[in-house]
């Protein structure tokens, strides 16, 4: 099932293409722009957003040659802009985590590094265990399609401000548990040797909630994922260069969020959209649905999906900066 949508000498080609992409910029990034802490300025943010977002659109062109046309292409642009979208939640979070822990902003970086390397191994392993377990039991997908549209709705009647509470996080209690602990950091460091004996630093514990935090954003965008293509390779390769972009991302948007106070409601619109599609190519909601309509089989296009994911998020977008909030509403909050 894997690389389905290309020929046999292609796949090893894209994915070999992807992989390069990857682990270069991963070694660039840590061993040559950034070997000692600073903090990244909006320019630099800009400029590194704008590059994760040029690669990702060259990569989307390739598949278009390599693949099978405009519907392959069109899934991995799908899958990327949601999980974009779905990013945009993840940092707030981290945000709200780096300030609950007075981390400082030179160190903002590494964290975000190591967070994303975390990131493209874990949902590696969320995909393909998907991807397996949909093999074996197809009805999965309904479920996952209930998910997304109660979790659209709850995001859209969700008003209340997000709250931090480590105590609460089971990974962070049992890394508290059996890990030697430090209250140093020696300058941004993540563990270091006393007496011989290592310690880990309050930026490790940092680390740890960060990615537990990323697991339960996946939850929402991985099934988000399957609902547009259900081939793992699209799916892995939008979802990795979404993730590579977000720390970008991250520095660009951190301190104008509030700004664009309606993309929250425009990504829930969009997941109850995509989990109604999904829903949707249940049996018994095709007949009923054939039954009314007059039709054998009902389908959304795969153009019409990207059409209505690109619409409500940059129609969200705008409608922010026509109708900016309040300023009693942003100081309540």
């Known amino acids: 099932m894997l690389l389905s949508i290309f020929s046999g000498e292609n796949e090893g080609l894209l994915f070999g293409i992807f992989g390069v992409i990857i682990v270069a910029f991963l070694i660039v990034d840590l061993g040559l722009f950034h070997k000692a802490h600073h903090k990244v300025s909006q320019r630099e943010a800009l400029l590194q957003s704008l590059f994760w977002v040029a ?71 969320f995909i393909f265990v998907g991807a397996l377990v949909i093999s074996q039991a197809h009805w999965i997908l309904y479920i996952f399609g209930a998910f997304l549209i109660y979790s659209g709705i709850k995001i859209y009647s969700d008003d209340e401000e997000m709250e931090i509470e480590p105590e609460k996080n089971l990974m962070l209690r049992y890394a508290k ?10 300058g941004g460091k993540f563990w270091l040797r006393e007496n011989g004996k290592l310690f880990f630093t309050p930026l490790f514990l940092v680390i740890i909630l960060i990615e537990s935090t990323d697991l339960i954003f996946a939850v929402d965008s991985i099934p988000a994922a399957f609902a547009i293509t259900r081939n793992e390779f699209v799916i892995y390769t939008s979802n990795i260069f979404a993730v590579m972009g977000l720390r ?23 997941l109850i959209f995509i989990g109604g599609k999904m829903m949707l190519e249940m049996e018994i909601i095709q007949k009923g649905l054939g039954y009314v309509f007059g039709m054998d089989h009902i389908h959304v296009p795969i153009y019409l999906s990207f059409a209505v994911i690109m619409g409500v998020l940059i129609g969200s977008i705008v409608l922010s900066l026509i109708f900016p909030k309040k300023p009693e509403l942003v100081e309540s909050q």
């Open 177 to 186: 548990k059996i890990l030697p602990l430090t209250t140093k950091d020696e």
């Open 248 to 270: 970008a991302m991250f520095f660009l948007l951190a301190n104008v969020l509030d700004r664009f106070y309606l993309l929250q409601k425009g990504l829930s619109i969009v």
């Open 55 to 125: 690669v990702s659109g060259i990569y989307g062109g390739l598949i278009y040659f390599y693949g099978d046309g405009s519907a392959s292409t069109l899934e991995f642009f799908s899958a990327y802009v949601t999980e974009k979208a779905l990013s945009v939640d993840n940092i707030f979070v981290i945000l709200l985590i780096l300030r609950y822990f007075k981390v400082q902003e030179e160190h903002y970086h590494s964290i975000l590094f190591w967070g994303i390397l975390g990131a493209i191994v874990f949902r590696a392993i």
